[in-house]
Protein backbone atom coordinates (compact mmCIF):
# COMPACT_ATOMS: atom_id res chain seq x y z
CA UNK A 1 0.00 0.00 0.00
CA UNK A 2 0.72 3.13 -1.11
CA UNK A 3 0.03 6.76 0.72
CA UNK A 4 -0.43 9.95 -0.59
CA UNK A 5 -0.09 12.63 1.05
CA UNK A 6 -2.48 15.42 1.31
CA UNK A 7 -1.60 18.79 0.23
CA UNK A 8 0.43 21.48 1.94
CA UNK A 9 -1.97 23.80 2.78
CA UNK A 10 -4.63 21.38 3.72
CA UNK A 11 -1.78 19.74 6.49
CA UNK A 12 -1.63 22.95 7.77
CA UNK A 13 -5.48 23.23 8.15
CA UNK A 14 -6.46 19.82 9.24
CA UNK A 15 -3.57 18.19 11.66
CA UNK A 16 -5.91 15.54 11.98
CA UNK A 17 -6.33 14.48 8.13
CA UNK A 18 -6.34 10.71 7.21
CA UNK A 19 -4.63 10.36 4.10
CA UNK A 20 -5.33 8.42 1.22
CA UNK A 21 -4.23 5.10 0.44
CA UNK A 22 -3.97 3.71 -2.88
CA UNK A 23 -5.28 -0.15 -2.94
CA UNK A 24 -4.57 -1.97 -5.92
CA UNK A 25 -7.85 -3.94 -5.95
CA UNK A 26 -10.33 -0.98 -5.01
CA UNK A 27 -8.21 2.16 -5.78
CA UNK A 28 -7.92 4.92 -3.65
CA UNK A 29 -9.82 4.31 0.36
CA UNK A 30 -9.67 6.65 3.34
CA UNK A 31 -7.83 5.66 6.08
CA UNK A 32 -10.37 5.98 8.91
CA UNK A 33 -10.81 3.99 12.06
CA UNK A 34 -14.04 5.25 11.98
CA UNK A 35 -15.51 4.16 8.43
CA UNK A 36 -14.22 0.88 8.88
CA UNK A 37 -16.22 -0.29 11.68
CA UNK A 38 -19.18 -2.52 10.85
CA UNK A 39 -22.43 -3.87 12.50
CA UNK A 40 -22.93 -3.57 15.75
CA UNK A 41 -19.44 -1.97 16.87
CA UNK A 42 -20.53 1.22 14.20
CA UNK A 43 -23.99 1.36 15.75
CA UNK A 44 -22.85 2.03 19.19
CA UNK A 45 -19.76 4.21 18.47
CA UNK A 46 -22.73 6.13 16.20
CA UNK A 47 -24.56 6.48 19.24
CA UNK A 48 -22.10 7.45 21.47
CA UNK A 49 -21.24 10.60 19.08
CA UNK A 50 -25.20 11.36 19.20
CA UNK A 51 -24.51 11.52 22.78
CA UNK A 52 -21.57 13.75 22.34
CA UNK A 53 -23.72 15.82 20.17
CA UNK A 54 -26.74 16.57 22.33
CA UNK A 55 -23.81 17.38 24.87
CA UNK A 56 -22.20 19.64 22.38
CA UNK A 57 -25.87 21.20 21.87
CA UNK A 58 -26.66 21.76 25.79
CA UNK A 59 -23.79 24.28 26.02
CA UNK A 60 -25.61 26.41 23.70
CA UNK A 61 -28.46 28.51 25.78
CA UNK A 62 -30.78 28.50 22.71
CA UNK A 63 -31.03 24.82 22.67
CA UNK A 64 -31.33 24.70 26.58
CA UNK A 65 -33.88 26.76 26.44
CA UNK A 66 -35.79 24.78 23.31
CA UNK A 67 -34.85 21.14 25.45
CA UNK A 68 -36.40 22.96 28.99
CA UNK A 69 -39.74 23.85 26.63
CA UNK A 70 -39.95 20.67 24.77
CA UNK A 71 -39.59 18.62 28.22
CA UNK A 72 -42.90 20.52 28.58
CA UNK A 73 -44.65 20.45 25.71
CA UNK A 74 -44.01 16.64 24.19
CA UNK A 75 -45.94 15.28 27.36
CA UNK A 76 -48.38 17.59 26.45
CA UNK A 77 -48.84 16.59 22.71
CA UNK A 78 -49.38 12.82 24.21
CA UNK A 79 -52.13 14.31 26.46
CA UNK A 80 -53.81 17.11 23.66
CA UNK A 81 -53.42 14.70 20.26
CA UNK A 82 -56.56 13.52 19.42
CA UNK A 83 -55.16 10.39 17.63
CA UNK A 84 -51.77 9.80 16.26
CA UNK A 85 -51.49 12.44 13.17
CA UNK A 86 -52.28 15.27 15.62
CA UNK A 87 -49.79 13.35 18.40
CA UNK A 88 -46.85 13.14 15.87
CA UNK A 89 -47.47 16.88 14.75
CA UNK A 90 -47.24 18.41 18.06
CA UNK A 91 -44.21 16.56 19.28
CA UNK A 92 -42.88 16.56 15.46
CA UNK A 93 -43.23 20.19 15.30
CA UNK A 94 -41.23 20.40 19.00
CA UNK A 95 -38.43 18.11 17.83
CA UNK A 96 -38.16 19.94 15.03
CA UNK A 97 -37.02 22.91 16.45
CA UNK A 98 -34.49 21.19 18.37
CA UNK A 99 -33.17 19.56 15.09
CA UNK A 100 -32.27 22.95 13.23
CA UNK A 101 -31.02 24.17 16.62
CA UNK A 102 -28.70 21.47 16.22
CA UNK A 103 -27.77 21.99 12.68
CA UNK A 104 -27.24 25.97 12.90
CA UNK A 105 -25.55 25.73 16.09
CA UNK A 106 -23.41 22.79 13.68
CA UNK A 107 -22.88 25.17 10.92
CA UNK A 108 -22.28 28.51 13.32
CA UNK A 109 -19.29 26.27 15.15
CA UNK A 110 -17.94 24.84 11.53
CA UNK A 111 -17.65 28.62 10.53
CA UNK A 112 -16.36 29.58 13.34
CA UNK A 113 -13.36 27.03 13.24
CA UNK A 114 -12.35 28.97 10.00
CA UNK A 115 -11.66 32.13 11.46
CA UNK A 116 -12.73 34.93 13.82
CA UNK A 117 -12.66 37.57 10.62
CA UNK A 118 -15.86 39.11 9.77
CA UNK A 119 -16.82 37.56 5.88
CA UNK A 120 -19.97 37.54 3.76
CA UNK A 121 -20.47 34.16 3.10
CA UNK A 122 -19.68 33.18 6.50
CA UNK A 123 -22.45 35.79 7.33
CA UNK A 124 -24.52 34.55 5.15
CA UNK A 125 -24.19 30.75 6.43
CA UNK A 126 -24.92 31.91 10.04
CA UNK A 127 -27.88 34.00 8.75
CA UNK A 128 -29.58 31.19 7.00
CA UNK A 129 -28.86 28.81 9.77
CA UNK A 130 -30.68 31.75 12.09
CA UNK A 131 -33.53 31.73 9.73
CA UNK A 132 -33.84 27.61 9.32
CA UNK A 133 -34.55 27.91 13.47
CA UNK A 134 -36.79 30.86 12.75
CA UNK A 135 -39.18 28.77 10.68
CA UNK A 136 -39.22 25.98 12.70
CA UNK A 137 -39.83 28.15 15.80
CA UNK A 138 -42.40 29.41 13.47
CA UNK A 139 -44.26 25.91 12.10
CA UNK A 140 -44.30 24.76 15.53
CA UNK A 141 -46.27 27.62 16.92
CA UNK A 142 -48.42 27.20 14.18
CA UNK A 143 -49.41 23.66 14.61
CA UNK A 144 -50.18 24.16 18.03
CA UNK A 145 -51.96 26.94 17.69
CA UNK A 146 -54.14 24.91 15.35
CA UNK A 147 -54.70 22.03 17.54
CA UNK A 148 -55.57 24.35 20.36
CA UNK A 149 -57.79 26.47 18.47
CA UNK A 150 -59.20 22.97 17.44
CA UNK A 151 -59.84 21.61 20.72
CA UNK A 152 -61.18 24.91 22.28
CA UNK A 153 -64.14 24.89 19.29
CA UNK A 154 -65.06 21.38 20.05
Not at 15 to 44: C, W, Y
Not at 81 to 108: D, K, Q, Y
Not at 119 to 141: E, P, T, Y
Request: with cysteine; glycine share 8%.
Amino acid sequence: MMHWPAPAWFQRHNPTHHFLMSDKTSGFTEVNPQKARKGLNRIVHACAYSIQGLSAGWSETAFRQEAIAAAALLPAAFWLGRGWVETAMLAGSVLLVMIVELLNTGIESAIDRIGPEWHDLSKRAKDMGSAAVFLSLLLCVGVWLAAIVQILQN
